[in-house]
Nanobody, 131 residues
Framework: QLQLVESGGGSVQAGGSLRLSCAAS????????MGWFRQAPGKTREGVATIDNDGITSYADSVKGRFTISQDNAKYTMYLQMNSLKSEDTAMYYCAEEPWMSCSGPTAGPLINRWSRMRYWGQGTQGTVSS
């Protein structure tokens, strides 16, 4: 069983930065699609960024140029560096993984809905941006 634990959320002023981490433990997979997803109050969950075992990344248009997803395979940890934060970035951020799936393949679907393909989820970490 794969476990995912997020950390790094907090409160910042608009224009500030946060770095989220997602540590994986338990049974890990050699082929996967992992990502960050967020849900703001009253809104549906949406894809923010994904990365697969080949390091191929994708980003939502709303975060391109501001957020960077990365992974450290030696530490089984995925990161999301969030810069130039805006109030609309306020949300609960979740990391998730679907084993044996390519983020760029047909099964993954569009990024905005990719959360529905993910099997394993962390508990979430809150990111709050005040203007």
């Amino acid at each position: 069983q794969l476990q995912l634990v997020e950390s790094g959320g907090g409160s910042v002023q608009a224009g500030g930065s946060l770095r989220l981490s997602c540590a994986a433990s338990g049974y890990t997979y050699s082929k996967y699609c992992m990502g960050w997803f967020r849900q703001a109050p009253g809104k549906t969950r949406e894809g923010v960024a994904t990365i697969d075992n080949d390091g191929i990344t994708s980003y939502a248009d709303s975060v391109k140029g501001r957020f960077t997803i990365s992974q450290d395979n030696a530490k089984y940890t995925m990161y999301l560096q969030m810069n130039s934060l805006k109030s609309e970035d306020t949300a609960m951020y979740y990391c998730a993984e679907e084993p044996w799936m390519s983020c760029s393949g047909p099964t993954a679907g569009p990024l905005i809905n990719r959360w529905s393909r993910m099997r394993y989820w962390g508990q979430g970490t809150q990111g709050t941006v005040s203007s």
